[in-house]
């Protein structure tokens, strides 16, 4: 298990590049099976979290390669419907899998997924969905096994705008010669990205970025795209830059993913340039401008920024309330803050309130799960003092090299193994 030792009070100052987006690599993989022909995939992310789904799809007959953030993956000897149980168990995206494997074989064996434990998922969406294109399921020995025999068209309404769902469903209808309408949609950017991989594959896909996408295709082959820029982690080093006083230029910027992730950091009183594909964080005095911040479905703020959003607080001019209420879980890191000296009262699993500012001291600190660990980090960042962070494995599943990339910019890390 490897720590961090993390000497607070450095100003963030330079710039940094963003990677590739996490959740868009994690579908674009799995939708590389639903064709028999090789696709690139360029700007992906070196995250354990890629890793492993790569592996997954090796054990499963693919071919792949990965070097200098580019994939390559040949489908054309996939030769098993079950992915690798252990394997599925370390991440959520795994789940996805069960798209194109139904696409290819009619039939897919799939463990129930694993992933940060940040509360209920449930899967119920997932399976709705795939019932409504046809799909037959049973639960037997903890799996699920699925078949495909009649593939139906026609219209799906989502029960919830969820986001795995609707990639799940774009793969799957990306195959059928008939249209589907999937409505009540969710529309991250992430979902946009992949539903342009899937046109370049052979799809056609209209409603790409609204909550009705409406999409048919057939034989799919092979294609080449670049992952999106990971926003979630744009939004991180924003933070990061914030609450050190210090100013970073953030490159690889496309500002329509950040339009109401702006508009929450500047009621923060954080001030900020935009140039071509750059953002530039300034060093701004920080006090809250309004009093309560939640997350909500796209285009509203990302529950992925929740976390990083409160350590923010703590470090800003006023009392305000923070309201994730996708997850029961994704609020319980806050004890750690807490313990560092942050002035936070849990009102219940979904909801904070954090007054500010707050010196923070140094402290003992456990990477609960890939949100919550950079969290802890960033607050360390800013703490008096030199913290431990334990348990980091959990953070490099969701940015890349982070040791090294927030170093360039003035922090103090050292990494012990």
């Known amino acids: 298990m490897a720590k961090f030792l993390i000497k607070g009070g450095n100003k963030l100052e330079g710039e940094i590049k963003l990677s590739g987006n996490k959740n868009s690599a994690l579908k674009l993989i799995p939708a590389c099976l639903a064709s028999t022909e090789k696709s690139v995939l360029t700007n992906v992310p070196d995250i354990s979290d890629v890793r492993v789904i790569l592996q997954i799809i090796e054990k499963l007959g693919a071919k792949v390669t ?44 799939i463990t129930p997924p694993g992933g940060d434990q940040i509360g209920d998922r449930l899967l119920d969406t997932h399976f709705n969905l795939m019932q409504k294109l046809g799909v037959n399921f049973e639960r037997k020995d903890g799996k699920f096994y699925l078949s495909w025999d009649k593939r139906l068209s026609g219209r799906v309404f989502l029960e919830e705008a969820s986001v795995t769902a609707t990639e ?18 969710a529309a991250e950017p992430h979902v946009e990205d992949l539903a342009k991989f899937l046109c370049k594959m052979g799809a056609k896909i209209s409603g790409i970025g609204t909550n009705t996408l409406v999409c048919s295709g057939g034989n ?60 530039v964080i300034l060093p701004s005095k920080l006090k809250a401008q309004r009093r309560k911040f939640q997350t909500r479905p796209w285009p509203g703020f990302p529950t992925d920024l929740m976390s990083p959003f409160i350590v923010l607080a703590t470090q800003t001019e006023g009392t305000i309330l923070c309201h994730d209420w996708m997850y029961e879980w994704r609020m319980f890191f806050v004890d ?8 936070i009262l ?68 050292k990494r012990e193994d």
């Open 168 to 185: 799940m469903g774009l793969i799957m209808a990306s195959s059928m010669n008939e249209e589907v309408i999937i409505e009540d949609a």
């Open 346 to 413: 849990i009102a219940d699993p979904h909801r904070v309130i954090v007054s500010g500012p707050t010196k923070l001291i140094s402290d003992r600190l456990f990477c609960k799960d890939i949100r919550a660990g950079i969290s802890v980090i960033l607050a360390a960042m800013v703490a008096e003092g030199t913290s431990t962070i334990e348990n980091v494995e959990v953070v490099n599943r969701g940015y890349e090299d982070i040791q090294n990339r927030l170093t360039s910019l003035g922090a103090s890390i």
């Open 336 to 343: 750690d803050l807490i313990g560092m000296g942050a002035n």
């Open 66 to 109: 990965f070097e200098k953030n580019v994939v390559e993956i040949d489908p054309s000897g996939l030769n098993s419907f079950e992915p690798d149980s252990d394997l599925c168990a370390k991440l959520r995206a795994s789940v996805v899998l069960a798209a194109p494997l139904l696409v290819r074989f009619g039939r897919a064996v």
């Open 220 to 279: 799919l082959h092979g294609a080449e795209h670049k992952v999106m820029p990971d926003h979630i982690e744009g939004g991180t080093f924003a933070i990061a830059s914030a609450i050190t006083g210090g100013k970073v230029k953030i490159n690889d910027f496309n500002i329509n993913n950040y339009h109401m992730i702006l508009n929450y950091l500047g009621n923060m009183g954080i001030k900020y340039e935009i140039e071509k594909e750059s953002l």
